[in-house]
Structures are given as C-alpha cells and as structure tokens.
C-alpha cells in the first residue's frame, strides 16, 4: 500500500496519522553527539508542524555505525510497524535509522507491505514506495558511509563535483593552469570594502611556460636529477610560484607529486578520477615521478647535497672497507679532497679525479658503439595496457562501492573486493613507474657532441649516469712523486665498467 493511499484512509477515518519517533545515540558522522534530547526535540517539531500524534519514541544507544549489535528498540519498531501502530516513522537523519544497506532493504521492503512513509529533520521526506525515493535512501547511505567529515550531503557532493570540474573557488590558483579569458568579474576587497575588476581565468587550460616547467621537472626527476636542479632551472627561466615569490625545493617537490599534473581530481586527499582540465605529464610520467620521490631509500636532497661528482658513489679500496668516499677539505689544505667515510687517510685531489673521471665516460660515450650501452625499455613492460588495466581496476572500486551502497554486497564483501583491488593497482602503478623510468644515458649517446652533452647536464645527472655506469674504486695511493712527475696515482683509481 501506497504512502498516500494509507494516508486517505487514515484521514477518510477522522483521525490523525500515526507516527513514531526514533533516536539513536552514535558517534557517526552526521550529528556526533548528537544528545537525544536534541534528535527527539526536533522530531517532535516536525510531528508538531505536520499534525500528527507521535505514539511511540524509540531510542538506541550505539557507538558505531558499522557494528553489529542488535538494536533492540529499533527491532521492537520494526515488530510495530508491522503491526500498523503507525504509518509514519520520524527520524533526525537517514543515516540514524539504517547502519547497512541490509537493515535499509529490509527497511523499504516493510515500508513498502506496510505503506510506512519516512520524514528526517535534516533530509526531508522519503518516500521508500517509490523507485526514485528508494534510490536517494540508498546513495544517502552510501554516501554517508563515504563521507567522513561533519559537513551535509549536499555541500560534499558539489564540493566533489567542483574538483572533479577543475573549478577553482578563487584565492591562488594552481601553479600550472588559469589562462585569462579576457572577461572580469567584481570583487569586493576585504577591509575596505572597495569594489575592483580582477580577472576571470580559465582553469581547464594550461599556461604554456608552467605546464612546461611542470614537464621538464618530472623529467629531470625520471633521468636521475634531483628537485635542486629543478629549481635552479625554473630560477634561470624566471618562473615564480602563483604568490610571485621564488619556488623553494620543499614547494618544488610538492608541484612534482600533485595528481593535477596528470589531469587527476582530488577531493579530500584521494584520487577521484579523471578531471577535466589538461594534463602536464602523461599519468605514466606523474605515477613514476611519484614512485621515486616517495622511494624512501631515495638519497635525500634536502641539506646536503653533494657538490662533487664522485660524492658517496666512488668506493674506499682499503681491504676491508665498504664505505664511500665524501669530498671534504681538511686542515690547512685549501684543496677539497676525496677521503674515505671511515678515515682511511689519503685525500685524492678532488678536480682531478672527477676530471679523470669525466673524460673517461665522455670518453666511453663517444664511442661508435655506445648506443649498445642504453638499457632495453623493461622487458614484457607495455605501458599502455598497464595504463588500461590501472583504469579498470579504479572503475571496479568505483564500481563496488556503488554495489554496496545499493545493499547489493555486504560492509566485508566491500572490505575484501576494494582491498584485492586496491593491491592489484599498487602492483600495477608500479610496474608503470619502471617503465616511465628515462635512462639517464638517453640524450648522451649517439649526439654529435657528447662533451657539450655531458656538461649541459646538472649535476644530479651526472652523477645518475656516473652511478649506472661506471665503478670508482679509490686503492691507496702511492707516496711521493709519480713516474709522469706528478703527485697524483691515477694507478691507485680503480675503474669497472658496469655495463
Ligand atoms: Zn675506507
């Protein structure tokens, strides 16, 4: 039966409409704390405005939306119903009455034999006898469960919205993207209360110079180079961030890792899909970009740095050892020096050997066949179907929460399916971020002018290629003058091709 038709009868029998009231102390969402006191005022109000006899106010106390405990009052309302103590049920929320898309079927098949009809102080009416009214019921109890911040439906849903669209609600805009459209729109200055013109901008369409920048850095991150180089090349362009102050390494990096770059919504920390603005980076390059900032075994590039070539990569030879060798300047001496970590005495100058070293893998690289020296693309890796496949298991989680929110699958089906899911994306993104990884080789072999080449790199660079290619192994040196009349033992510089 019907809501209305109930309703007729009810009033065709001269009497007011019956309904319940129920409460439920929890600690959801949607009115944490929420006294009963409060939910039972303002269902009585609602009752009040409407003209019907509350007969009954049940009320449970839960902690969790998610737990499984029996309510009893709620099941003693559901046996009144039933029973026809009356046809309508009052509550503060939807998210009040039903925990899981279980009790909410269970819910609109009663309502539905029964011709109950469900009014919330914050939702308004629902009508579970009607297809429409059953499918708000269910994406308000997905959505509820999706939602974890204290803020309406409504507001979160076109918050999602906006940042799927790319909308940008004023204040600095993303470095990357707000091409003016020539249009202006009044705004009224905070203090003064002055009215100014200030420009409309186009936030799907990206400025040509900062979506560039925004490249070149995840490239330079793919070959080997470090945030610093970055940052040292966007000073020489004279790019600034969007509050027109200089972008510091801490600000780089975080340019680097947003999902932005790769035309990739956000909302509330999590990736929500495809946005509709232009993408800087292909999402291969950003998924790599990110797998190698993130690395934790990745040297760090804050502090510092090294300065020398050689730094940390060329090796002690001193039996025994395994530590590195840093450039320091020691006493006296005004000639930084290469020396063992763990103070095997004997600096070697460091000019010298990274001048040494320089020419024997420019050297090396200029050679006819060096081409044979860059690394095949990963074996069996197809960067495309990858992609695919990363693209079909974001709809399947999409997709199971929507099977959940419809009460089609259970809180621990949901649970299991997303979690398999989700260990298959990790797997796959980062399968994507080996073969996006660039071998910083690419660009130095097979050029006319390797020299030029090498010394074009920044630093960050060399010292990639310098660690994929070449072993440094420092012996001890010999003491006193050399045969060729120096004081420097290039016998005692051991070097290993690694490839
Ligand atoms: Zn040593």
Redesign the pocket.
């Known amino acids: 039966m019907s809501p209305t038709l109930r309703s007729a009868i009810d009033t065709a029998a001269g009497g007011r409409q019956r309904a319940v009231i129920y409460c439920r102390i929890s600690q959801d969402r949607t009115g944490a704390n929420l006294g009963v006191d409060r939910q039972r005022e303002d269902c009585e109000a609602l009752a009040e405005r409407n003209g019907w006899d509350v007969v009954e106010v049940y009320v449970d106390n839960d902690v969790s939306a998610f737990s499984g405990k029996l309510r009893k009052d709620y099941r003693r309302m559901l046996a009144d119903l039933e029973l026809g103590t009356a046809t309508i049920v009052i509550a503060w929320h939807t998210d009040r009455l039903h925990r899981s898309p279980t009790e909410l079927e269970e819910y609109i098949d009663l309502s539905e034999r029964r011709g109950v009809s469900t009014h919330t102080c914050q939702a308004g009416s629902i009508d579970l006898s009607s297809p429409s009214g059953r499918m708000t019921a269910r994406i308000l109890g997905a959505v509820a469960r999706q939602e974890s911040e204290h803020k309406g439906h409504r507001v979160a849903a076109a918050r999602r919205q906006k940042a799927k669209a790319g909308e940008w609600s004023g204040g600095i805009r993303p470095f990357g993207w707000g091409v003016p459209t020539g249009e202006t729109k009044k705004k009224t200055v905070k203090g003064t209360g002055e009215e100014v013109d200030v420009p409309v901008l186009n936030m799907t369409k990206l400025i040509p110079e900062e979506g560039a920048a925004l490249e070149v850095g995840s490239d330079m991150i793919l070959s080997g180079g470090s945030i610093r180089g970055w940052v040292r090349w966007l000073a020489n362009k004279g790019l600034l961030s969007t509050t027109g102050k200089a972008i510091e390494p801490p600000a780089a990096r975080d340019l680097l890792l947003r999902p932005r770059n790769a035309g990739i919504a956000v909302y509330q920390g999590e990736e929500i899909g495809r946005g509709l603005w232009e993408a800087a980076v292909p999402e291969p390059k950003f998924r790599a970009v990110v797998a190698i900032l993130t690395n934790p075994d990745r040297v760090t590039t804050t502090g510092s740095q090294p300065k020398w070539l050689g730094s940390l990569i060329y090796r ?1 030879g ?1 039996a025994g ?1 395994t ?1 590195t060798a840093r450039c320091t300047k020691v006493g006296g001496s005004k000639q930084p020096s290469y020396r ?5 005495g004997g600096g070697r100058n460091a000019d010298r050997l990274d001048r040494y070293i320089v020419d024997l893998l420019v050297d090396r690289l200029s050679q006819p066949d060096a081409v044979d020296l860059l690394e095949p693309a990963p074996d069996g890796i197809n960067a495309a179907a990858l992609q695919l496949e990363s693209e079909q298991i974001r709809r399947r989680l999409t997709d199971l929460a929507g099977l959940f929110g419809s009460g089609q699958i259970t809180m621990a089906q949901f649970t299991e399916g997303s979690d398999t899911a989700r260990a298959q994306l990790e797997g796959v993104t980062s399968q994507l971020a080996r073969a996006a990884v660039t071998d910083p080789l690419v660009g130095l072999v097979g050029v006319p002018d390797v020299r030029a080449a090498w010394d074009a790199c920044d630093l960050g660079r060399q010292r990639a290629v310098l660690r994929s290619l070449l072993e440094v192994i420092l012996h001890p040196p010999r003491p006193g003058r050399m045969p060729d009349g120096g004081y420097f033992d290039y016998e005692a510089i051991e070097t290993r091709w690694k490839r």
Not at 340 to 344: F, M, P, S
């Open positions: 002690c001193r050892c530590a063992c970590q763990a103070d095997h």
